[in-house]
């Protein structure tokens, strides 16, 4: 059984996605901001290519950190081209030495980008980034987070616990960006993918078949089940 692609291409450079805050109060934290930039240092000098968002913030300072430690960048615009990325998106692109405009929008856009990694970190962020990172749980992408910086990812152990899911061993999580991004290079080696869309949360033995229902305090489960 193929587990991943590094089974396949030993020497394969590894893509590591980066999600995070585009703008707002985050922004104004010195704090996040390099700590985004080290992680980024941190993923180039792991000799991997940095993905993301193509879009301004904390990805962009990430990618910023990336190029400047002589790593390697690619941004999944929303844009349809580089004038949409530009004057509609208002997206940098000093960064960057590829893009892939996907002409998707923001919301689809993030399911090519995770889909391009190999994992993902999760820095400070809002619902953008819980929508980036609720993707790729569900996808089964070994995931990052960068904690003791503020957002949304000061609350994922909280946030699976309201919807019925649990912190997995492809989730690792540091306050430290070298260890984060140490930590999550292993996860990724180790990680078996799956072999069909979806498989990971509604295979067999996926995520939803690890989730306990009570019937009896479900009534719309139960009307289903005797129909």
Not at 4 to 9: A, G, L, W
């Amino acid at each position: 059984m193929i587990k991943n692609i590094f089974d396949v291409r030993p020497n394969i450079v590894t893509r590591i996605g980066v999600m995070g805050s585009a703008s707002g109060e985050i922004m104004r934290n010195k704090k996040a901001v390099q700590r985004a930039r080290d992680v980024g240092k941190y993923i180039a000098l792991g000799g991997c290519t940095l993905v993301n968002g193509a879009c301004p913030g904390l990805p962009d300072e990430a990618a910023m950190g990336a190029k400047k430690a002589g790593g390697r960048t690619f941004g999944v615009s929303p844009a349809i081209s580089i004038r949409s990325h530009i004057e509609k998106y208002k997206s940098p692109v000093q960064h960057y030495d590829q893009f892939m405009f996907t002409g998707l929008g923001l919301m689809e856009r993030d399911i090519l980008n995770i889909r391009s990694c190999n994992g993902i970190i999760i820095l400070p962020g809002g619902t953008g980034t819980l929508n980036e990172f609720t993707v790729a749980y569900d996808e089964g992408k070994p995931i990052g987070i960068l904690t003791g910086c503020g957002g949304v990812a000061e609350h994922i152990d909280k946030i699976l616990g309201y919807c019925h899911r649990k912190v997995t061993d492809r989730m690792v999580f540091s306050e430290d960006p070298e260890e984060l991004v140490q930590k999550l290079l292993k996860t990724v080696k180790n990680t078996t993918v799956s072999a069909f869309l979806d498989d990971y949360l509604v295979g067999t033995g996926g995520i939803v078949d690890q989730i306990e229902w009570t019937i009896d305090q479900i009534p719309e489960m139960q009307l289903k089940l005797e129909i």
